[in-house]
């Protein structure tokens, strides 16, 4: 039996058949790496009574992040869509935001920006920062979930895609969420949303939603930061999408872009052509991904995605 899995934690998989039977699942053997968005492969062990997911079906698109230690670890799988939410609070950090974005190219899987709240104020000073994001062809969709202010925005995104909810912790994710799925109420079953400190519920697992128009949505945990997987980057643009026509004039094929003379990218830099801080992120980014790379041991070769 194929099945998609709607949820991981720990050892534990919920798995949804084609026909939108739901079963409880445990990933046989030790090895496996399961996340949310896979196709598995399930047999049925009459022995335990419990269903194993045996193989995990190749995967379309996979996003990575890194560990401290520089491995990759897997986030989530299939997925074609991902938004990256902020709002004006918790406070937004862009080189985070940067970040996802540089894992998104890498994982050649598109990436909008939402900014969620509209309701509070500092969104017009926020909205100014996103315009270079704009400019660079990330789509920017306002809302508020609070009172499902264009929310049909979203929607009409993930209309027909697979699409995850990134971002940190209280910035709107499963208030999302709970505006474009009719229920939502099933996570609470699973426990996955437990009592934060503030007494608001926090996600601590991801879990995958049914969108009433067709598409699918992840709802992951907050993180307060996030690095792409080093082992995916480019190393000439790490990912930054600009970089890719802008490093074509640089004097030295194998320029990082940071001291070197003849750089056209930070020569872009110091005359607007490039945004001044998506370059200061950019150098954030060359000096986290070769601290990694410092850290990181052999290496370990990831799975290529299919197709
Ligand atoms: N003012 C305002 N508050 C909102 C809006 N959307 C969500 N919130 C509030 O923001 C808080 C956090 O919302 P969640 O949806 O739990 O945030 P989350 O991103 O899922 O957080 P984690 O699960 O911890 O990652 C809650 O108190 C929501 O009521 C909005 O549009 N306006
Ligand atoms: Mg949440
Ligand atoms: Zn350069």
Redesign the pocket.
């Given at each position: 039996m194929e099945a998609q899995v709607i949820a991981a934690y720990g050892r534990h998989l919920r798995v949804r058949e084609p026909t939108g039977a739901e079963h409880d699942a445990r990933p046989f053997g030790r090895k496996l790496e399961i996340v949310c968005g896979d196709g598995v492969r399930c047999v049925w062990d009459p022995s335990h009574g419990e269903l194993h997911a045996v193989e995990v079906l190749p995967r379309r698109t996979a996003l990575y992040r890194s560990n401290a230690r520089g491995d990759a670890e897997i986030v989530v799988a299939n997925i074609t869509l991902l938004a990256v939410?902020i709002?004006p609070r918790p406070v937004p950090d862009l080189f985070v935001v940067d970040r996802y974005l540089c894992a998104a190219s890498s994982a050649a899987v598109r990436a909008l920006l939402v900014l969620?709240?509209?309701?509070?104020d500092g969104t017009a000073v926020l909205r100014e920062e996103l315009a270079a994001y704009e400019q660079l062809g990330y789509e920017v969709l306002p809302?508020?979930?609070?009172?499902g202010r264009n929310v049909s925005a979203l929607a009409g995104a993930l209309d027909g895609q697979t699409g995850v909810l990134l971002?940190?912790?209280?910035?709107?994710?499963?208030?999302?969420v709970a505006q474009l799925v009719p229920e939502p109420a099933q996570a609470i079953q699973t426990g996955e949303l437990v009592r934060?400190a503030e007494g608001?519920?926090?996600?601590t697992s991801s879990r995958l939603y049914d969108l009433p128009d067709g598409g699918q949505l992840i709802?992951?945990?907050?993180v307060r930061d996030f690095a792409p997987a080093i082992q995916t980057l480019d190393p000439r643009g790490l990912g930054f999408i600009e970089l890719d026509t802008l490093a074509a004039d640089c004097r030295f094929a194998d320029c990082r872009h940071l001291s070197e003379p003849g750089c056209a990218v930070r020569a872009a830099a110091e005359d607007g052509r490039m945004n001044a801080r998506r370059y200061e992120s950019y150098r954030r980014m060359r000096r986290l991904f070769d601290s990694l790379r410092a850290a990181q041991g052999p290496g370990r070769r990831l799975p290529r995605p299919a197709g």
């Open positions: 939410v709002a969620n709240k509209l309701d509070l809302l508020a979930a609070r009172e971002g940190q912790s209280g910035v709107g994710k499963s208030s999302l934060g608001r519920h926090t996600t709802d992951s945990p907050g």
